[in-house]
């Protein structure tokens, strides 16, 4: 199920309203969680939106390629994710 983060409804969002983002890696299974530490650390090297910060993201196990060669299954959550109804 690849989906590229540049169509992605979210792509012009901000890195700071993201919580954390999930990233793990198809090619050898590696997962990780980008913390707010984490994201707000790219923010201030000057990686505004959720886009951008798709093309930076890699697998730290794997070596380093292009990023439309690597196979991450990234899923974000948005600061403002907190559900839209109750049930009362
Ligand atoms: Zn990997």
């Known amino acids: 199920m690849a989906r590229a983060p540049v169509s992605h409804p979210d792509a012009m969002r901000l890195v700071v309203e993201l919580s954390s983002i999930y990233v793990a890696c198809d090619d050898c ?12 650390k790219a923010a201030d090297l000057g990686v505004h939106n959720y886009m951008q910060l798709c093309r930076k993201i890699r697998c730290s196990e794997c070596p380093r390629v292009p990023p439309a060669l690597r196979n991450l299954t990234i899923r974000p959550t948005w600061v403002d994710a ?4 109750t049930v009362a």
């Open 29 to 40: 299974g590696h997962s990780r969680i980008l913390e707010i530490s984490n994201l707000r």
């Open 82 to 85: 907190a559900p839209l109804y």
